[in-house]
């Protein structure tokens, strides 16, 4: 973007309206690079034993879970509350979340949250220091924002028996995604031209990428570095099966967003909790005019410069459909059909005009999920202002985006907001500017 509107000015004045975006544009861009290097120095990482938070903790914590729901479940088995969510980026994840947020909110559980921004200091390696107020010792029960993994680390929060789980999409649907919601932010795309810059990109990736330039990671295998490997390593490097086995052993389930129903059914059983408990409304989805459509060409190329994390998503797909086998296919039929009974039930309550609307329609704020830079492509919801008062709360639980419910939860989020209010304003203005040239 920089290139580009160095172009459109060159040879012109530089009055004092562009000498003003120029400036705006300088600030954005330390605004980016100090969003993505900060990091808390204070605490060294330590492997000792009082890092470590005891089972005993963990056990204890689980007398918050009072509802007659969790405890008629009991009856059969023990409701889980320690959990570890590795949220990958554009998988759903924060549909999960939102589930993993109303469930600790509603049993008192103790999060584990990062100190003035919505993730742990991404794409920084996970640290315990990144927890806002951690002490060595510190016990928590569910540890689910956004980070580089770091199992070593994130092992110290939590007690012996917490249940790690993440979410994998395909990695050329998320490839798509990704570069759609982050190239603005990954100065390696702002010189592709023409407007269909994902086709371009595919067809010449090397001569739009270089390993080491800034935000890259957001381009090639996510998910590879999501978990903290290596994401420049070609499909046949003997350590991408290495590190994929090396993964494995730390997640007790993997959910697959093209099954996301069948995926929630298995996380019920796993964590052994109600449906009314993984009811959801989709969220973070994104207009579908926003979405390119790739040819059958295109992608097979993503796949191929994606190849880790093809890989990757065969391995826990297979393994998913291993699940579903020992569930039961019949089983799992007749549950997802009561989810989506249910979920349909509280769309007819909750939700304004049936479904999701663009984000300049969206009435109240509280409901208005954050956007890429530069644009409003993410859909949200309007909450019925009429209804019964005993649906009002889940309701606006169920439609709240992430950074709200972080501020909710009382995550001081000071640097995202900052971050969010310069982006917005930049290009804002940068429209502004572009529609008066254009008139």
């Given at each position: 973007m920089w290139y580009k509107m160095m172009s459109d000015i060159r040879g012109k004045k530089c009055t004092p309206l562009t000498r003003r975006l120029i400036l705006w544009l300088l600030l954005i861009n330390i605004m980016l690079v100090l969003y993505s290097l900060t990091n808390p120095t204070d605490l060294n990482r330590r492997d000792s034993e009082e890092d470590t938070c005891p089972?005993?903790?963990?056990?204890?914590?689980?007398?918050?879970v009072t509802s007659k729901s969790m405890q008629s479940q009991s009856e059969r088995c023990s409701p889980k509350v320690n959990i570890m969510f590795m949220k990958t980026h554009k998988t759903a994840s924060s549909t999960v979340l939102n589930i993993l947020f109303r469930f600790g909110d509603k049993h008192r559980l103790k999060f584990a949250f990062p100190d003035g921004r919505n993730d742990f200091f991404y794409p920084s390696p996970f640290l315990c220091s990144q927890v806002k107020d951690y002490r060595p010792g510190d016990c928590f029960n569910i540890v689910c924002n956004h980070m580089r993994f770091n199992h070593q680390e994130v092992a110290k929060l939590l007690p012996p028996d917490a249940v790690y789980i993440t979410i994998l999409r395909d990695p050329v649907d998320l490839f798509e995604s990704s570069f759609h919601y982050y190239h603005r932010a990954v100065p390696l795309t702002w010189r592709i031209n023409g407007d269909n810059k994902l086709a371009e990109f595919l067809n010449n990736p090397r001569t739009y990428y270089s390993p080491d330039a800034f935000n890259a990671f957001y381009l090639r295998n996510l998910l590879f570095f999501d978990f903290g490997f290596e994401n420049n390593l070609d499909a046949d490097d003997p350590r991408v099966i290495r590190d994929i086995h090396h993964l494995s052993r730390h997640l007790d389930l993997v959910l697959i967003a093209e099954y996301f129903e069948e995926s929630l059914i298995?996380?019920?059983?796993?964590?052994?909790?109600?449906?009314?408990?993984?009811?959801?409304?989709?969220?973070?989805?994104?207009?579908?005019?926003?979405?390119?459509?790739?040819?059958?060409?295109?992608?097979?190329?993503?796949?191929?410069?994606?190849?880790?994390?093809?890989?990757?998503?065969?391995?826990?797909?297979?393994?998913?459909?291993?699940?579903?086998?020992?569930?039961?296919?019949?089983?799992?039929?007749?549950?997802?059909?009561?989810?989506?009974?249910?979920?349909?039930?509280?769309?007819?309550?909750?939700?304004?005009?049936?479904?999701?609307?663009?984000?300049?329609?969206?009435?109240?704020?509280?409901?208005?999920?954050?956007?890429p830079v530069g644009e409003?492509?993410?859909?949200?919801?309007?909450?019925?202002?009429?209804?019964?008062l005993k649906f009002r709360t889940i309701c606006e639980k169920m439609l709240t985006p992430e950074?709200?419910?972080?501020s909710d939860l009382g995550v001081s989020l000071w640097l995202t907001r900052l971050w969010g209010w310069l982006k917005d304003s930049v290009f804002?203005?940068?429209?502004?500017?572009?529609?008066?040239?254009?008139?």
């Open positions: 089972l005993r903790m963990g056990k204890l914590s689980k007398r918050n298995l996380l019920k059983d796993k964590l052994c909790w109600t449906m009314e408990d993984i009811m959801y409304f989709k969220l973070n989805a994104r207009k579908s005019s926003s979405v390119s459509k790739l040819s059958t060409e295109l992608r097979a190329k993503a796949l191929s410069w994606n190849g880790a994390d093809w890989k990757l998503y065969q391995h826990f797909n297979t393994t998913f459909w291993a699940k579903v086998e020992v569930f039961g296919k019949e089983r799992m039929r007749q549950e997802v059909k009561e989810l989506r009974r249910r979920n349909a039930e509280m769309k007819a309550i909750c939700i304004e005009d049936g479904g999701a609307v663009e984000a300049q329609k969206i009435q109240d704020r509280r409901f208005l999920p954050w956007q409003s492509s993410i859909l949200g919801y309007n909450m019925k202002k009429h209804m019964d950074i709200q419910y972080l804002y203005s940068v429209t502004w500017i572009r529609t008066l040239q254009l008139n």
